[in-house]
T-cell receptor
């Protein structure tokens, strides 16, 4: 059974700093990995999707990497802003189409 | 263009009642998913539709839960004889095409269900 872990559960950093969020998964037989953000009381917003054949994806200040063989992904956020405060979730997809989610990292950017 | 729409946004019901939750996916998306999210947890898979048929319903917790998608667009998640443990946020997502393995999922804002 696929298990996805995100550490730390919560993180606070001053505005302007660069930061890294971590995601690990137990079964490397994945099709892709997707990073989402979730604001309080809201649904999930897709940030980046990395296919299993890719090593990284970039969108603006966000960069996600994938090391499938070691079961790890990181989400790098450059020059953090207060608007980046949210919960960040990673999810992996296998052949059965289901996404398996981690429990998320709650990020707070301190102005 | 419109995203995934879920109604109602909030639903409070009494234990034992029947509820229906509606999901309107992004136009043209053939894949539709239902997930359930409890407080402080990541979403958990319930059911997946490809077109009108339920391709995988292995995440439905018991036979009180049922979902339909009769015309391959709007989906309804139905919960009979609700229990307090059913309280959660029910999220719907859609993605495009049969090649959905590498298409991102787009989520709605969810329906917060509270069973009193």
């Amino acid at each position: 059974k696929q298990e996805v872990t995100q550490i730390p559960a919560a993180l606070s950093v001053p505005e302007g700093e660069n930061l890294v969020l971590n995601c690990s998964f137990t079964d490397s037989a994945i099709y892709n990995l997707q990073w989402f953000r979730q604001d309080p009381g809201k649904g999930l917003t897709s940030l980046l999707l990395i296919q299993s054949s890719q090593r990284e994806q970039t969108s603006g200040r966000l960069n996600a990497s994938l090391d499938k063989s070691s079961g790890r992904s990181t989400l790098y956020i450059a020059a953090s802003q207060p608007g980046d405060s949210a919960t960040y979730l990673c999810a992996v997809r296998r052949e059965d189409e289901k996404l398996t989610f981690g429990t998320g990292t709650r990020l707070t950017i301190i102005p | 263009g419109a995203g995934v729409s879920q109604t109602p946004s909030n639903k409070v019901t009494e234990k034992g009642k029947y509820v229906e939750l509606r999901c309107d996916p992004i136009s043209g998306h053939t894949a539709l998913y239902w997930y359930r999210q409890s407080l402080g947890q990541g979403p958990e898979f319930l059911i997946y539709f490809q077109g009108t048929g339920a391709a995988d319903d292995s995440g439905l917790p018991n036979d009180r839960f049922f979902a339909v998608r009769p015309e391959g667009s709007v989906s309804t998640l139905k919960i009979q004889r609700t229990e307090r443990g059913d309280s959660a946020v029910y999220l719907c997502a859609s993605s495009s095409g049969r090649s959905s393995y590498n298409s991102p999922l787009h989520f709605g804002n969810g329906t917060r269900l509270t069973v009193t």
